[in-house]
């Protein structure tokens, strides 16, 4: 297992002040301030004798099972991932990979996109793991469980599509701004990618 990022900081809960019959009171709501403290409070993340990060034996192992499994069962991908998304709809749910992105649409309307099928593969295999380790999970808003889905595909180190290693490097994209340089994991074989960064300040 090869280490990224760095150790993790505490993770800090935020408080919402609501209104009751009694006044104002001030409700814990299930926040992810650090996607990377959480993964390692969990057992998915550990720090390494670097002091990088990197994937636990154990969940690593764990996960690999977990992407197989959905790998095997494409029908049921369909029905789990309007769960994991937080999506209430009874309608069709279709999975498509398109150029530079996999696409999940209900009904033929666009409810959200990923880098690649890989990383669709990696993304809800996370979640079943993720599901049984977090309590908050199922209270979590879909922003909240996306990053910590996308920090785990940070680590991945081969690709949930072919199986071969990954690589982490900056790349070029394009936009209908320009082009600008992002983070990513890349499968050099055949192509997937699992990890894209926003823009990176080239000034820093």
């Given at each position: 297992?090869?280490?990224?990022?760095?150790p993790?900081?505490p993770?800090?809960?935020?408080?919402?002040?609501?209104?009751?019959?009694?006044?104002t009171?001030?409700?814990?709501?299930p926040?992810?301030?650090?996607?990377?403290?959480?993964?390692?409070?969990?057992?998915?993340?550990?720090?390494?004798?670097?002091?990088?990060?990197?994937?636990?034996?154990e969940?690593?192992?764990?996960?690999?099972?977990?992407?197989?499994?959905?790998k095997a069962?494409e029908?049921?991908?369909?029905?789990?991932?309007?769960?994991?998304?937080?999506?209430?709809?009874?309608?069709?749910?279709?999975?498509?990979?398109?150029?530079?992105?996999?696409?999940?649409?209900i009904?033929?309307n666009?409810v959200?996109?990923l880098?690649?099928e890989?990383?669709?593969?990696?993304?809800?295999?996370?979640?079943?793991?993720?599901?049984?380790?977090?309590?908050?999970w199922?209270?979590?808003?879909?922003?909240?469980?996306?990053?910590?889905?996308?920090?785990?595909?940070l680590?991945?180190?081969?690709?949930?599509e072919?199986?071969?290693?990954v690589?982490?490097?900056?790349?070029?994209?394009?936009?209908?701004c320009?082009?600008?340089?992002?983070?990513?994991?890349?499968?050099?074989?055949?192509?997937?990618?699992?990890?894209?960064?926003?823009?990176?300040?080239?000034?820093?």
């Open positions: 297992m090869s280490d990224h990022g760095g993790a900081a993770e800090d809960g935020t408080h919402n002040r609501v209104v009751t019959d009694g006044g009171a001030d409700v814990e709501q926040s992810v301030q650090n996607p990377e403290a959480t993964l390692v409070s969990v057992g998915a993340l550990e720090e390494a004798p670097s002091g990088d990060l990197r994937l636990t034996e969940f690593e192992s764990a996960w690999d099972e977990a992407i197989a499994d959905v069962d029908d049921a991908n369909r029905e789990e991932l309007v769960t994991v998304m937080g999506i209430d709809s009874e309608g069709d749910v279709e999975l498509e990979p398109v150029k530079d992105a996999f696409r999940i649409t009904d033929g666009l959200g996109a880098e690649s890989a990383a669709f593969y990696a993304d809800l295999a996370g979640a079943r793991l993720l599901s049984n380790r977090l309590d908050e199922d209270e979590f808003p879909v922003a909240d469980r996306s990053r910590l889905l996308k920090g785990l595909r680590f991945l180190e081969t690709c949930p072919c199986g071969n290693d690589v982490f490097d900056t790349k070029e994209v394009e936009s209908c320009g082009s600008h340089q992002v983070a990513a994991v890349d499968c050099d074989e055949c192509g997937s990618r699992l990890f894209e960064s926003g823009p990176i300040d080239q000034d820093l």
